[in-house]
C-alpha cells in the first residue's frame, strides 16, 4: 500500500508544471473541473446553498490550519479545512432532520455561525494567519507546488468517485425515495457526495476564495443545465465551462495588476451563462423570443387562410377570388395590415395574388391548410361541447387556441371518438379528409 502511494504521489509530482504561471493556468483547470463535475449534482439536487454554507463553514478549518501549522503545510490545512466543512454539512443534516426548520434557514445559521466565528478568530490571531485573505478571495498566482499536488489528488479522486458513483447519485437527485427502492445505501451515498461537496469547496479555496466558491459550483452547471437534458453532456458542458472561467479569470487577473483572482472568475463564469442564457437553443431568452415570434406569426398566417376559406363558404364556394378589402373586414383590419399578411402567405405558396393586387384565391396548398385549420376548429367545437359539457356558445374561444396547435394524430383519433362527425355543434359542415386534397370550387 505505501509503495503504491508512492508511486501516485511520484506521478502526481510529474504532472506538475515547473513555471508558476504554468501552475497558476493548472490550478485554474483543476478548479474548473472539480466544481463543474461535482455542480451537476448540486444543480439538480436544488442545494446551491449548501455549497455557499460549505464555503463559509471551512473558514474556522483554514484559521485553525494556519495557526497549528507552522510550516503552512497544504495537507494541514486541507484537513482542517475540510473537517470544519464537513462538521458543517453535517450540522444542517442534523438541524433539518431534527427540527422543524426548512433547508434555507439551517443553512443560513450555519453559514453565518461558522463564518462569524472564522473571522473572529482570525482577528484575534492576526500574527499566525497571514495569507488568510488568499483564501476569503482567492489568488492563484500564490499556489505552489506543494498547494497544486493536493489540488490534483483531489480532483483524481473526486473525477474517479464521480465516474463510478454517478448513476446512483443522480437517481437520488431526483428521487430518494426512489433510490431506496432500487436497494441504493441512500444515506451513505448521501454522506459522500457532501464529503465530495467540502473536498471541492476546500480544493477551490485558494483559487475563488470562500467568498465566491459557490459560484463556481453552481454557474458552469447551471449553463449547461440550459443547454442539454442528457446528464452525460450536461457533465462535460459544466467541466468545459468551469475550465474555460478558470482560465479566463488567470489570464485576466494575472494580465491586470490590482484585480483579484476569484472574482474574476466568478465574472469570467458569470459571462458565459449570460451568454448561454441568451442565445441557448432550447431555454435561451432569444431563441424563446423568436419561436413565440414565429409562433404568432404563424398563427396570424393561419387565421388569415381560414377567414378567406369562411369568405368562400359564406358565398357558397362560388367565386374564385376574394378581394384584399373583403378579406380586410373579415378580419378586422386595414388593408394595408392585410396585404402584410397576404405577402407572407404568397411567400410561403399559400396563395396567388391578381395582377391588378385587389384580389387573390388561394392555391392548391392554401386550400389545404385551410381546410385543416377549419376541420381543426370544428372538431375541437364538437368535442367540448359532446364530451366536457360545455355551451355551444362557449367553445369558439378553445377552439381558436388550439385549431394551431392539433396534431394529425389527434386529428384522426378525434374523428374515430366522435365517430367521424360531418356537422359541427353551429351546423356547419366539417371538412371533410378526402376533400383536403382538392380545391372545394374544383370538385363542385
Known amino acids: 500500500m505505501v509503495q503504491e502511494m508512492s508511486v501516485l504521489a511520484s506521478a502526481v509530482d510529474f504532472l506538475i508544471p515547473a513555471g508558476g504561471s504554468a501552475k497558476a493556468m493548472m490550478a485554474a483547470v483543476l478548479l474548473g473541473a472539480g466544481c463543474g463535475l461535482l455542480g451537476c449534482f448540486v444543480v439538480l439536487r436544488r442545494v446551491a446553498l449548501m455549497g455557499d454554507a460549505v464555503s463559509h463553514a471551512v473558514l474556522p478549518g483554514v484559521v485553525a490550519g494556519l495557526i497549528y501549522s507552522s510550516e503552512r503545510s497544504p495537507g494541514v490545512i486541507f484537513v482542517f479545512a475540510a473537517t470544519a466543512g464537513l462538521l458543517g454539512a453535517g450540522l444542517v443534516r442534523l438541524m433539518m432532520m431534527s427540527t422543524r426548520l426548512k433547508s434555507d434557514a439551517a443553512l443560513g445559521i450555519v453559514l453565518a455561525t461558522f463564518f462569524a466565528f472564522g473571522i473572529m478568530w482570525q482577528s484575534r ?3 499566525d494567519t497571514v495569507g488568510v485573505m488568499n483564501f476569503l478571495f482567492g489568488n492563484v498566482g500564490s499556489i505552489d507546488a506543494s498547494d497544486l499536488r493536493m489540488m490534483l489528488m483531489t480532483t483524481l479522486v473526486l473525477v474517479v468517485t464521480m465516474f463510478f458513483l454517478r448513476r446512483p447519485l443522480l ?4 428521487d430518494e425515495g426512489f433510490s431506496r427502492g432500487l436497494g441504493y445505501p441512500v444515506k451513505l451515498l448521501n454522506g459522500v457526495f457532501y464529503f465530495l461537496l467540502t473536498f471541492s469547496v476546500v480544493v477551490a479555496l485558494q483559487a475563488v476564495g ?4 459557490s459560484a463556481m459550483l453552481i454557474t458552469p452547471a447551471a449553463a449547461a443545465y440550459l443547454l442539454t437534458d442528457r446528464f452525460d453532456r450536461m457533465l462535460l458542458l459544466s467541466v468545459l465551462f468551469g475550465v474555460l472561467s478558470g482560465l479566463a ?11 483579484p483572482t476569484g472574482p474574476v472568475i466568478a465574472l469570467s463564469a458569470t459571462a458565459l451563462f449570460a451568454g448561454v442564457y441568451l442565445v441557448a437553443p432550447r431555454h435561451g431568452v432569444l ?5 413565440t415570434f414565429r409562433r404568432r406569426m404563424r398563427v396570424r398566417r393561419e387565421n388569415t387562410l381560414k377567414a378567406i376559406y369562411q369568405i368562400h363558404e359564406g358565398e357558397g364556394f362560388v367565386h374564385e377570388e376574394v378581394s384584399v378589402l373583403m378579406l380586410a373586414r373579415k378580419r378586422g383590419q386595414t388593408e394595408d395590415a392585410v396585404r402584410r399578411d397576404c405577402k407572407a402567405l404568397l411567400s410561403r405558396g399559400f396563395i396567388d395574388m391578381a395582377e ?7 392555391s392548391r396548398l392554401g386550400w389545404k391548410r385551410a381546410m385543416e385549420i377549419v376541420r381543426n376548429h370544428r372538431l375541437w367545437e364538437l368535442y367540448l361541447t359532446n364530451e366536457a359539457d360545455y355551451a355551444e356558445d362557449h367553445v369558439h374561444e378553445d377552439a381558436e387556441k388550439i385549431e394551431h396547435i392539433l396534431e394529425p394524430g389527434t386529428v384522426r383519433q378525434l374523428e374515430q ?11 356547419k359542415p366539417i371538412p ?4 383536403l386534397v382538392a380545391q372545394p370550387l374544383l370538385t363542385r
Open 171 to 174: 437517481v437520488m437527485s431526483f
Open 210 to 213: 470562500v467568498v465566491l466558491v
Open 287 to 291: 431563441s424563446k423570443a423568436w419561436r
Open 249 to 259: 479569470g488567470g489570464v485576466v487577473s494575472a494580465e491586470v495588476n490590482g484585480l
Open 432 to 435: 371533410q379528409p378526402r376533400h
Open 356 to 362: 391588378d393586387g385587389v384580389s387573390l384565391h388561394l
Open 417 to 427: 371518438h366522435l365517430d367521424f362527425p360531418e356537422l359541427d355543434p353551429h351546423g
Open 125 to 127: 490571531n492576526q500574527q
